[in-house]
């Protein structure tokens, strides 16, 4: 059974200290083959914004020309004509803002949801070792508040930090060419305001990833919450539950406190500055006026200028932050796109050559499994080998058979992440299921079985070894065609949100129909598919919530034969099965198995007498294979996982 591992990954974000210390531009760089296709019209609407910025500028240029000239001429028509003038600068700058935000809104959702997509494909395609590593709450918010983010910072910051950059100096050379000295002043606090600014985003840095990383936790604990809710209801945990979710929140709640300061701050110095700058100004601008040195006129300009700049240098702080958290979200999100594939996993790093590919492998036949004994009656096979002592018959049977079938040659296995001095898991495992023969594999708890069966469609890599299905290695199929050929049932039956039939036919090919689906349900006697109320179209809630614990063991057995497949994994697949219902079972499975090579993963006797055979998986070796009578004579630990203590145990667990 697959560990707490799976519910408790390990915090994998990497530390501080050991991320690169990239600027913000060059992460937000990363975008580009996403932006690309929409970049014609993101840099048309950055235009549009510009002019529509400096469409503002023209205003206390226009300004200055009534006040020196029809206010000062004290001609009425004059003014109204500079109104309607005015006027009609106000509706073309909004206007234009408005064109830019149509014209940003359709590509900017495009990219948000091409984005999304990848994720989401990698999310599929990215190897299990990767999913036991990371909490699905840090990715289900790289998947949306993280997207999010990046769409906010396309439509806004990038845009308006080029619009005010440009307005800013515009605005500035306007105001220099109307009275350098009084522009001059109003130039004065550029350096501290560009040094704040450059000081702010280092350190808003370091807390927008902080709070990313937080709002993934809290994702996580809300998670799993929601999905462990029988289990905090029924143990009375949800006052502990909640008490973790109020600390995880008081601590995000800290953290957006300090982004708050931390903007309070530089808000401070933008605003304040620039207040107490066109203060300085307006004085000095009143006596030279009042000197004759100004017009009135030039002096309004001027001011209005200044005032038209007060919003994109205010603004710069919050763009900047916007910014930041950009470049945060997208660092996150590359993260995840930067892992490596699947497809890409190198094979065992030390995989022996002997006998590979088709034919005869030439491998020694391992100890355990060279013994010919008696099949029982009326199975596919004469070649069952007795669990203990030395070799004494070399097998005699022809080479298709001793390739055929399901065959683990010295396979060692690993967790990337145990230490790297522990042991290995699996050593030297050695085992050999003939075509057609179902084999079930006991051992100890936490010995292994689960790891071994997932090593046979690839969900991990051994570490050393190699598998192979009828002669061929696993490593050099397809993993499309290997996992066509091997089907699995896991001890925890997973069903989507999705129809009972629809769930069951994930296990087959696309041309499957109701006739696989009816013998699919019939092999895995779950006929009451037939009664439930829409029949076979009922939907099953979120994991098959609305079904009993035996009903979806039952629904995942069937996905795993409906496919017919040649090889059949079957990970303890009648544990939540009352006695009856799993004799049925095992009687309808007895005549899927007589079509197919299985591997079984066994707690019970009744499912062991399922199999020809059975492996005893005991210090990460196969310690014996033999039937199971056999092995109950010979082997003193295989008979007391069967008499009975530990299959208690096991079922106490649950
Ligand atoms: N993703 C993982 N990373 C590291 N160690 C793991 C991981 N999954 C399982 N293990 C460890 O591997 C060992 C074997 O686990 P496995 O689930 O294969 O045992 P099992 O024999 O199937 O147990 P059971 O009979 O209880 O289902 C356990 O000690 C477990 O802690």
């Known amino acids: 059974m697959p560990t707490s591992h799976a519910t408790a990954p390990e915090d994998v974000r990497p530390d501080p200290a050991e991320r690169p210390d990239r600027s913000a531009v060059r992460i937000l760089l990363r975008l580009w083959p996403y932006v690309r296709p929409v970049r014609a019209r993101l840099g048309t609407a950055a235009f549009v914004a510009v002019v529509a910025s400096l469409v503002g500028l023209v205003i206390p240029l226009v300004l200055k020309w009534m006040v020196d000239g029809p206010v ?83 439509a806004f910051p990038l845009t308006f930090l080029l619009v005010n950059g440009v307005t800013i100096l515009v605005g500035v050379v306007i105001m220099l060419l109307q009275d350098w000295t009084l522009g001059l002043v109003i130039l004065g606090p550029a350096l501290p305001v ?124 919050f763009l900047l932050a916007m910014s930041q958290e950009a470049a945060t979200a997208t660092e996150r999100y590359f993260e995840v796109m930067d892992e490596g594939l699947e497809e890409e996993l190198a094979g065992p790093t030390q995989t022996p050559q002997r006998g590979a590919g088709n034919g ?137 949100s999705a129809s009972v039939g629809e769930n069951v036919l994930m296990g087959a090919g696309p041309e499957a129909g109701a006739a696989e689906l009816d013998r699919a349900l019939g092999v895995a006697q779950a006929d009451f598919a037939h009664a439930l109320p829409q029949g076979t179209e009922t939907q099953v809630g979120e994991q098959g919530l609305s079904l009993s614990g035996g009903q979806r063991q039952r629904l995942a057995l069937a996905r795993a034969v409906v496919g017919r497949p040649r090889f059949l994994v079957l990970d303890d697949p009648l544990s939540a099965l009352d006695v009856h219902t799993e004799a049925a079972v095992e009687a309808a499975l007895r005549r899927v198995l007589a079509d197919t090579t299985a591997l079984i993963v066994a707690h019970r006797p009744s499912t062991v007498l399922l199999a020809d055979r059975v492996a005893l998986l005991s210090g990460g070796r196969i310690a014996a294979v033999g039937t199971h009578q056999e092995l109950l004579r010979t082997n003193a630990e295989y008979a007391h996982l069967m008499s009975g203590e530990e299959s208690r145990e096991v079922e106490a667990r649950r």
């Not at 001429?73 to 064109?99: H, I, S, T």
């Not at 935000?101 to 091409?114: D, F, I, K, M, T």
């Not at 600014?197 to 709002?215: H, S, T």
């Not at 057609?436 to 006991?442: H, Q």
């Open 194 to 317: 560009v040094v704040t600014c450059v000081v702010f985003e280092k350190k808003y840095a370091d807390v927008a990833r902080l709070a990313q990383d937080q709002v993934g936790d809290l994702t996580t604990v809300v998670e799993e919450s929601v999905l462990g809710i029988r289990i905090i209801k029924g143990f009375g945990r949800h006052r502990s539950q909640a008490r973790a979710f109020h600390e995880l929140s008081g601590q995000l709640r800290g953290t957006e406190l300090h982004k708050a300061r931390l903007l309070a701050a530089i808000w401070a110095v933008i605003v304040t500055l620039p207040e107490v700058t066109i203060g300085a100004a307006l004085v000095m601008g009143t006596v030279q006026v009042a000197n004759g040195d100004l017009s009135a006129g030039t002096l309004v300009a001027f001011l209005s200028t200044a005032l038209a700049l007060r919003w994109p240098v205010e603004s710069i702080g």
């Open 72 to 154: 000062a001429d004290r001609d009425p028509a004059g003014v109204w004509l500079g109104a309607l003038y005015l006027l009609l600068l106000g509706v073309a700058e909004a206007l234009l803002f408005g064109l830019r935000r149509w014209l940003v809104a359709r590509p900017l959702s495009h990219v948000e949801a091409e984005m999304r997509a990848d994720l989401y494909g990698r999310l599929q395609r990215l190897p299990v070792a990767f999913h036991d590593r990371w909490a699905s709450g840090q990715l289900l918010s790289r998947a949306t508040t993280d997207l999010m983010l990046l769409r906010m910072f396309l």
């Open 360 to 496: 005869a492998t030439g491998h020694d036949e391992p100890e355990a499994d060279r013994r010919p004994v008696t099949a029982p009656a009326g199975r596919p096979t004469a070649e069952v080998t007795t669990p203990a002592g030395p070799p004494t018959t070399e097998v005699t049977a022809p080479a298709a058979q001793r390739t055929g079938g399901l065959r683990f040659h010295d396979v060692r296995f690993r967790y990337p992440d145990a230490p790297p001095d522990s042991p290995p898991l699996l050593d030297r495992i050695d085992l050999h299921i003939r075509s057609g023969e179902s084999m079930a594999l006991v051992g100890a708890t936490g010995s292994g079985k689960t790891t071994l069966t997932a090593l046979i469609p690839r969900l991990h890599e051994v570490t050393a070894g190699r598998i192979t299905l009828d002669g061929q290695d696993i490593t050099a199929m397809s993993r499309a065609e290997l996992r066509a050929s091997v089907a699995m049932a896991f001890e925890e039956p997973t069903l989507f």
